[in-house]
């Protein structure tokens, strides 16, 4: 296993951004696209951080990516909105996307903008986090290939599609809730494979439908859905919002990047911001937050030493820490980075 070493923030950023660039990207574009990935891995989500760099490099090397992709913003409505991609980085078009939304929905109280042509996008809750420091509640959601069966099937048709809430609390940690639709994400699987570790009981089973904990047979075969039908029913929904209404491929549509790295992936996403000021004001907003926290996080914990905590507090903790500290991440991946962009 690979030593790990702590890094700074903005070092970590540079290099990411020199090798986006080294693979023809602009500088911008490319600032853009890191930005969502160091935040993840700042927040403790390394299987959506650090790690993606190379991997979002390989396909911009070869073409799955398009290093020069245009986004182009089309407003349909005063709080509607549709971005195409053009096969750029996921998170660049995401990032574009969040921004439109922010701006529509100072103008208006609400906007729902819509993605199309795009590719993975890293976590969603960096973008959530954007949200609520900007005052704004968001909803979002991206899909993805195919990695579950619907509930019922026995071939993979839906993907883990995630989704996240986001409500900004003033005066501590926000409410940051990001989730797949999966028991557990194929990236953890993926980790625990590359460890040479046994996964939990519940997480998959194989391609034969038997539940398993050997990484190898599940990533052979399909993860299990939270809550089973009601997973499965809540990663079609989320499809329909990211693919079906804003003309991205969808379900069996989408192509494995990991599988077809070359070929574009044609994902979705959707972004849903609501201005609490207009509705019932920001101080009674924020009063109500505050009471909403103080309710959740002075309930009793079952464990002493485990006080109860709101969804996403932990992340935010982690990435005060890192930015404060530096990132502990892995030395060859570091290296990795260093020697693809020469």
């Not at 690979?2 to 911008?28: H, Y």
């Not at 998170?91 to 993605?115: H, N, P, Y």
């Not at 079906?244 to 994902?267: E, H, K, R, V, Y």
Request: hydrophobic share 45%.
């Amino acid at each position: 296993m690979s030593q790990t070493i702590t890094i700074p923030v903005d070092e970590a950023t540079r290099l990411s951004v020199d090798l986006f660039v080294s693979q023809g990207m602009s500088e911008a574009d490319a600032t853009a696209s890191v930005w969502p990935l160091i935040d993840g891995e700042m927040m403790g989500i390394a299987t959506h951080g650090l790690i993606r760099v190379p991997a979002y490099a390989k396909r911009l090397r070869i073409g799955g990516i398009d290093a020069k992709g245009k986004i182009a913003v089309e407003r349909r409505a005063p709080s509607l909105a549709l971005v195409d991609g053009g096969n750029a980085t996921g998170t660049a078009i995401a990032t574009r996307a969040l921004d439109t939304a922010l701006e529509m929905v100072a103008e208006s109280g609400i906007a729902f903008v819509g993605c199309r042509h795009s590719n993975h996008c890293g976590a969603l809750i960096p973008y959530g986090l954007k949200a609520v420091e900007a005052g704004y509640i968001m909803v979002g959601g991206t899909n993805a290939s195919t990695t579950m069966p619907p509930w019922g099937g026995a071939e993979a048709r839906i993907g883990n599609n995630p989704i996240c809430f986001a409500a900004p609390v003033e005066g501590g940690e926000h409410f940051l809730l990001d989730m797949a639709m999966s028991v557990a994400a194929r990236g953890k699987i993926r980790a625990a494979q590359t460890a040479g570790e046994k996964i939990p009981a519940g997480w998959a089973v194989d391609d034969q439908g038997r539940p398993t904990t050997d990484p190898a047979a599940a990533l052979k075969g399909f993860l299990s859905p939270m809550g089973g039908h009601k997973g499965s029913g809540m990663s079609q929904a989320i499809d329909i919002l990211c693919g079906a209404l804003n003309g991205a491929q969808f379900l069996t549509g989408i192509s494995s990047w990991l599988d077809d790295p070359q070929a574009p992936s044609n994902l979705g996403h959707f972004f849903l911001l609501l201005d609490p000021g207009r509705l019932i004001g920001k101080k009674a907003f924020s009063e109500a937050m505050a009471r909403f926290r103080n309710i959740i996080l002075t309930t009793p914990p079952a464990d002493p030493k485990q006080p109860v905590m709101l969804p996403g507090q932990r992340e935010q903790q982690r990435r005060r820490q890192a930015i404060a500290n530096g990132m502990a991440v892995p030395e060859d991946l570091v290296d990795e980075i260093k020697a693809l962009a020469g």
